[in-house]
Structure formats: C-alpha cells, structure tokens
C-alpha cells in the first residue's frame, strides 16, 4: 500500500469515528472476544469527501495491482455500496455475494447476472479473521468465475486472515491498517502510550487479551 494513502484513511477514519478507540472500555465482538477496536466504515459513505477519496483509492488498487476485470463483486453486506460506486467508476458490471444462499425465491448467493462475467475483483469494507471475505471468494469460484483478487479499505492484520488468504491463493490489497492506524492515533493524541502498548497487545493475542 501507499504509505499516504494509509496514513490518509486511517486519519480520516478516526476523524468520522468510523473507527472507535476504546482500550479502557472493550467492545464485545459477536465471536466472544474482547476488542479494543470498534470499525465500521459504512459511516464513511456518509462523508461525501472522503467516502470519494476511498472510491478512488479502491479503483487506483484494482488496476494497479490486478488490471481491469469484467466485473467488480462485493461482499455483502457492509461492501455493497462500496462496491457499487467503484464499479460505476470503472463503468463494470456490479455483484455481491451474500453469506449463504437465500432460503427463498431463486435462493442465489450471489446477486446480479453473473452469464457473461470471467473474471471480478473482489471488494470489501473491513478484514478480520478473513473468513467470510474467503467465504465469498469460495462461492463465486464454485460459480465458474476467477477472483483475481480482494481489495479492502481496513485490515486488522491479523496472522489468521494472512494465513488464509495465503492458503486460499488469493492475493489481498488494503489501502490502511491496523498498525498505521494505532500510529495515527497515537500522533494525534486520540491515545497514550500505556494504551498503544495495551492495543498492540490485543493484534498479537486477540482471543485472551483483557481476560
């Protein structure tokens, strides 16, 4: 990634507090653990600058690293919109992927006419343990169709996601991280030292940390 673009989105996430910082007060993640970290970058479409600026990172970093693909799919449901205002830059066909196919109606996992698409890139909001981001990556693979990649606005840089991504073949761009955020948070005061140690902390153990 590029170190000012990195730097510029983790600073604007934390501005919009799209990105929470709470190591004195843990959120609780849906998967049990205790998390220092609340992000939710939904909150950036509302910010008609910056939700641009992360639009046109997205689209410098699908043809930078992957060339132009027949479509751009997104990951449902936090990357829908995200997605869809890149494919309309890029003038390509849009899809999503949901979880699980839907238990109704056509039941399809994956939304939009896929008959004439070869080939996506992949983009999503937010990677954590990379499981239902692969999760997708697997359903449109069964479909016939090749990822060339995932591109993501946040990556917690967790050595889960790393691994298996890497067992899954499927190359993964992030315009900002985990570590270049904590850094700007720090620069910026939004936290101490005591508490950057504590942050550090919970990227490296993230199942026991506060416990």
Known sequence: MKDDTASNIADFLLQIKAIKLQPDEPFTWASGWKSPIYCDNRVALSNPRIRTYIRQELVKAIERNYGRPDAIAAVATGAIAQGALVSESMGLPFIYVRPEPKQHGAKNQIEGDISQIHSVVVV?????????????????????????????IFNYGFDIARESFKNAQCPLYSLSNYDVMITK????????????????????????WNK
């Not at 909001?125 to 449109?140: E, F, H, Q, R, Y």
């Not at 720090?186 to 902390?201: A, P, R």
């Open 185 to 208: 948070a720090l620069q910026s005061k939004y936290i101490n030292e005591g508490q950057m140690e504590s942050l550090k902390d919970w990227r490296e153990h993230p199942d026991s």
């Open 124 to 152: 999503e909001d937010l990677i954590s343990t990379g499981k239902s981001s692969l999760n997708a990556v697997a359903a449109l693979r069964n479909s016939g169709i090749i990822v060339k990649g995932m591109v993501s």
